[in-house]
């Protein structure tokens, strides 16, 4: 492992442009467990009957019930050591963007700037009556479902089953991974489309990947140029150092 990491370092150090895309591995470390993990929220809540947008449309107040759980976890969360690391190495100019799967807004609460969020923010909520955009706030949720001051109902600015992922993201994360020479992919499963095809453009692009994750996954054999299993909360910081 100490040659892979000192072999991630080099090749972030050479790079003139580095960016990361990130899943929920690194957000479990601040205790938001993966949705499809054993302790994920679709354990308890069918994600086809409870986080399609037909349902939300059908039954907020049912589909609500099942947020408000989330956003409670969210709020509880802090960045980890994997989220300030990332934000260190832009800081420092290591790294010039984050495309995230998260929905928790736990990257731009560690410092980061440049970040792309691929599913949206549960830091956000969007009146479906009106568009105005509100920060999510525990005593707006605290009656479901929620109400814009116009009367509308509030929605997450989150990407539903069944919704489209919003042109500007896949745009934005398209080209970051076109452009960039290397790509750390940290904490995704890379099954999730189309997500999952980001770095294989940025292969394909001549970019070389720097995996980290816990267990294997697709890009492990046939993409990355580097897996290194572990936890993001301790590998990065020893890829930091050796930066």
């Not at 989330?70 to 010039?96: Q, R, T, V, W």
Request: charge should be neutral; hydrophobic fraction near 40%.
């Amino acid at each position: 492992m100490d040659r892979k990491i000192i072999s991630a370092a080099l090749l972030i150090k050479k790079a003139k442009k580095v960016s990361a895309l990130t899943g929920a591995g690194i957000s479990a470390e601040s205790g938001i467990a993966p949705f499809r993990g054993s302790n994920g929220i679709w354990k308890k809540y069918d994600p086809e009957e409870y986080a399609h947008i037909d349902s939300f449309m059908n039954n907020p107040a049912k589909v609500w019930k099942m947020i408000s759980e989330l956003l409670d976890i969210i709020f509880k969360a802090e960045p980890n050591k994997g989220h300030l690391c990332l934000s260190a190495m832009e800081k420092s100019g290591c790294l010039y963007s984050i495309i995230t799967q998260n929905v928790d807004g736990l990257h731009q609460a560690a410092g980061s700037r440049n970040v792309i969020e691929f599913h949206g923010n549960n830091m956000l909520l969007i009146c479906m009556a009106c568009g105005k955009k509100i920060k999510t706030e525990k005593e707006i949720y605290r009656k479901i479902p929620p109400l814009c001051p116009c009367g509308g109902i509030l929605r997450p600015d989150v990407v539903f089953f069944g919704e489209p992922i919003p042109q500007r993201a896949i745009t934005e994360s398209f080209a970051e991974a076109k452009s960039c020479d290397v790509m750390l992919v940290i904490g995704t499963s890379a099954v999730v489309t189309p997500a999952a095809e980001i770095p294989i453009i940025a292969k394909e692009n001549g970019a070389k990947i720097i995996e980290i994750n816990i267990e294997s996954t697709p890009l492990t054999d046939a993409v990355a140029n580097i897996s290194i299993f572990g936890k993001a909360g301790e590998i990065l910081p020893e890829i930091v150092k050796n930066l």
